[in-house]
């Protein structure tokens, strides 16, 4: 059974670093056609994608957010780490990491249940 | 980047008939690479994290009803509830779903 968790703070000020952890389980990060994505969501707005890591490293992100966005892998530990950098009040969402379907399917079958961050001093 | 328009923005329906959301995409999402149009749907309850339902536009995700399909092509796509129930209220969200980014659309609430 595939499952994923968030995990990481609850509360950051403005300007400062925020880092999320994504805990993946009943899959290796390692197995070809493997990736996990970050997608945001501001109160009751929509989802947005905002980044991508494959089995094979390669890393993409959103082109609006790319210069704050760093998305890693910890193989060993099957974890997905996500950074944004100097974060704003705009940056308040709930933050998801999700499953690929599989190789040339960017759907996401399997999701973490979020965590909120707030931004705010 | 692809852009991914949904209408309508809300949409109330009565239990047991047909709702229809559909999904516009700024270019087209077929790709030669997989021979596919690759547009996923997902339905999102309140404090819930989204359920994919559909992806390739029409194949349904194992464990999804069979009153959801999806269809259409190239730009142009529908999510269709053949008969509505109570636990289909939600907003239902499409996305581009070939390589990146992963552009979703702006969701469409449904309601009873």
């Known amino acids: 059974q595939i499952t994923l968790k968030e995990s990481g703070p609850t509360l950051v000020k403005p300007t400062q670093t925020l880092t999320l952890t994504c805990t993946c389980s009943g899959f290796s990060l390692s197995t070809v ?71 040339w399917n960017d759907a996401f079958d399997i999701w973490g249940q979020g965590t909120m961050v707030t931004v705010s001093s | ?62 464990g999804v009803p069979d009153r959801f399909s999806g269809s259409g092509s190239g730009t142009d796509f529908t999510l269709t509830i053949s008969s509505l129930q109570a636990e289909d209220v939600a907003v239902y969200y499409c996305q581009y779903s070939f390589d990146t980014p992963c552009t979703f659309g702006q969701g469409t609430k449904l309601e009873i």
């Open chain 2, 1 to 62: 980047d692809i852009v991914m328009t949904q209408s309508p923005d809300s949409l109330t329906v009565s239990l047991g008939e047909r709702a229809t959301i559909n999904c516009k995409a700024s270019q087209s999402v077929f790709h030669s690479t997989n021979n596919k149009n690759n547009l996923a749907w997902y339905q999102q309850k309140p404090g819930q994290p989204p359920k994919l339902l559909i992806y390739w536009a029409s194949t349904r995700e194992s």
């Open chain 1, 33 to 103: 056609g493997v990736a996990v994505a970050w997608i945001r969501q501001p109160p009751g707005k929509a989802l947005e994608w905002l980044a991508l890591i494959h089995w094979t490293d390669e890393k993409r992100y959103i082109s609006s957010l790319q210069s704050r966005l760093t998305i890693t892998q910890d193989t060993s530990r099957n974890q997905v780490v996500l950074t944004m950098t100097n974060v704003d009040h705009v940056d308040t969402a709930t933050y998801y990491c999700a499953h690929r379907v599989g190789h």
